[in-house]
């Protein structure tokens, strides 16, 4: 029992490496900034902005449509049985969330095609003749680029929020089971696309636009973060002690250091100046959030696999 729970409180690299893994982490990051640059997206075409020749709508399909496609790809990497992932979609359990989960990975993916045939690309369109005179029709009709924004908004949300839904059903793990995380979760994929569209949108007007819409998202997601603590901290022990994982644990210099500070506080500041025209729009801010976003994922899945209701006393 003692050379057990050495083990547990002691892994060699070897031992992390064989029980920590990287593709769910990946998956749920990938995942949750593609459910914010739908949602995003779905706004500017639902504000009709398919006029500006450099709205980022035009690009933000492709983008997704790469991220989307990775964030499966790791997810499949980390399946047991892969010979038998279709089985998932024989049948549908409205109990399960990874049943949900499954069939709306699978909706995103023609939500995302309506989103490319707005604009063609010249690529497509000289090869497909067929999906220039699409795209022309649903150009003629404001109201039907508005309900694919409409689509690419709900889609988007029921993709952020099934990331956050997938950890917290799990009751098993104390750190996860908490009904904010997929607030928590949804709100850190809307900073993240935020930031990520902020650096390749070429139009200005948007990047400040951004800038502006990601310091609200840091700043809820700030607030949702401590309501997520204080939920843990005031419910039972094994909730505490997972709490403590990320305060003053094992977790906490990644938890403080990079998610907190990097990833929320700093860039809010150097973004709020920014917006208030007291220093110019940069990179930094941007990218300090992602990585932040991305580094939350995996604090959150790999300190919620280390908490536990019989050990996590002798985990912290």
Known sequence: MNEITNTRMNPSIDQF???WNWEIPVYLFLGGIVAGMMIISGYFLFKGRTKDVECSCYKIPFVSLIFLT?????????????????????TFKIK??????SWILLLIYPVLFLNILIRIPKFLSNKF?????????????PVAVRNI?????????????????????????????????????????????????????KSRYESHLLAKADNVF?????????????????STQVHIDAAKLLLNGS??????????GLGIIIPLIIQIM????????????PIMVIVGGLILRFVIVYAGQVSHWFNAQLLK
């Not at 995380?181 to 902020?198: N, P, R, V």
């Not at 920014?274 to 801010?285: D, L, M």
């Open 218 to 234: 840091l700043s809820l997601e700030l607030i949702v973060l401590i309501l997520f603590l204080i939920g843990l901290l005031t």
């Open 70 to 90: 990775a964030g499966m790809i790791a997810l499949f990497l980390d399946l047991e049985h892969k010979a038998y992932v279709w089985r998932v979609y024989t």
């Open 274 to 285: 920014a917006v208030s025209n007291k220093i110019p729009h940069t990179p930094i801010a």
């Open 149 to 201: 924004g409409i689509a690419s908004m709900i889609s988007g949300a029921l993709l952020g929020i099934y990331t956050g839904v997938l950890l917290s059903s799990l009751g098993a793990r104390p750190l996860w089971n908490s009904s904010t995380l997929w607030i928590l979760f949804l709100l850190s994929g809307l900073s993240t696309a935020a930031a990520f569209i902020h650096l390749i949108a």
């Open 17 to 19: 490496l064989s029980i």
């Open 96 to 101: 399960s969330p990874m049943s949900w989960g």
């Open 251 to 260: 977790y906490a210099p990644a938890f403080w250091v990079f998610v907190v």
């Open 129 to 141: 003749p067929f999906l220039e005179d699409l795209s022309t029709k649903i150009n003629s009709h």
